[in-house]
């Protein structure tokens, strides 16, 4: 079946059909885009989370006992989980699935692992569009778990509508891969594994971080949020905390700004991709820019100018 027959399938819901369109995602079959613009009309109704933190902070376990949480309250769930892609071999071992196996019986559950394809800032292109795909086929909820790579993974703020950063205590220092960029990308802090010893300091600190962030008049107040995924403990009031921000998005009007931004963000990221494929080797233009830069006889910034216009 083509990409554009795919969709419609996607629409009703149907699991192989979703599972289809993420393959011909990735792979970038032939028709996809059409297809993603068609499913793109029909999102726009899932709360889209997104769950960033280091490695180890039990990310996986936390999303699989939200989704646990959600299904008993009647909600469908997305999940896509990033993994990281090797730097010598491209490939990823796409583990998080495994870790939320017991979820796999599911029909109301769908969980896609995809490769973080080489993206410094924690998503690729198929990441996105693999939110639009769920987002369309219906489901409620769409959880975007990523990769952990620390400070430079705030790629996730592009996606989701809230952000759950997620720490962990007894890492040495307890807050040192939420400073910088991923503090300010958190709508909610999760330390999870709070029955370790060192949560309250954990919590203390990001309360002493959180103090010194310049607060607007109105804007949402950061709550922290203590878990044990591993026994569910906290993961009601989590979700909850969830429900609250979406609900101070709506009345608040930031919704709309934080749709207006990741739309934008995903424009550009498109644009750049179709240059970037257009000014590759072999294309004749490029070659002959490159032979007279080469040559001294043009220079670089001219010859970028150039092949900009002539596209």
Not at 189 to 199: F, L, Q, T, W
């Amino acid at each position: 079946m083509t990409p554009g027959t795919v969709a419609e399938r996607v629409k009703a819901g149907e699991p192989g059909a979703i599972a289809r369109m993420l393959t011909a995602v990735e792979r970038r079959t032939e028709g996809v885009n059409e297809a993603l613009a068609s499913l793109h009309a029909a999102s726009g109704s899932a709360h889209v989370l997104g769950v960033t933190g280091p490695p180890g902070s039990g990310k996986s376990t936390l999303v699989a006992a939200l989704t646990e949480h959600y299904r008993s309250h009647g909600k469908t769930v997305g999940i896509i989980a990033v993994d990281p892609s090797s730097v010598f071999s491209g490939g990823a071992i796409l583990g998080d699935r495994i870790r939320m196996s017991a979820l796999g019986g599911d029909r109301d559950v769908f969980i896609r692992s995809i490769a973080t394809r080489g993206a410094l800032g924690g998503l690729s292109r198929a990441a996105l569009d693999a939110v639009t795909v769920l987002d369309a086929a219906g489901k409620d909820v769409v959880v975007l778990e990523t990769v952990g790579v620390g400070q430079a993974e705030v790629d996730v703020i592009s996606a989701a509508q809230t952000v759950a950063v997620v720490s962990v205590p007894g890492m040495g220092d307890d807050v040192q891969a939420i400073k910088a960029g991923l503090l300010e990308v958190a709508d909610v802090h999760v330390v999870n594994k709070a029955d370790r010893e060192g949560a309250q300091k954990t919590v203390a600190e990001l309360r002493d971080m959180l103090r010194l962030s310049k607060r607007k008049p109105g804007q949402w107040n950061v709550p922290i949020e203590q878990t044990v995924a591993a026994t569910g403990q906290g993961v009601p009031e989590l979700a909850e905390r969830f429900a609250e921000h979406l609900s101070w998005l709506s009345r608040s009007g930031e919704l709309d700004v934080r749709a207006r931004r990741n739309t934008a963000t995903r424009i550009r990221w498109l644009a750049e991709e179709f240059v970037l494929d257009r000014l590759k080797p072999g294309n004749p233009d490029f070659e002959r820019a490159v032979d007279e830069v080469t040559a001294r006889i043009g220079d670089p910034v001219s010859a970028a100018e150039r092949l900009i216009r002539r596209m």
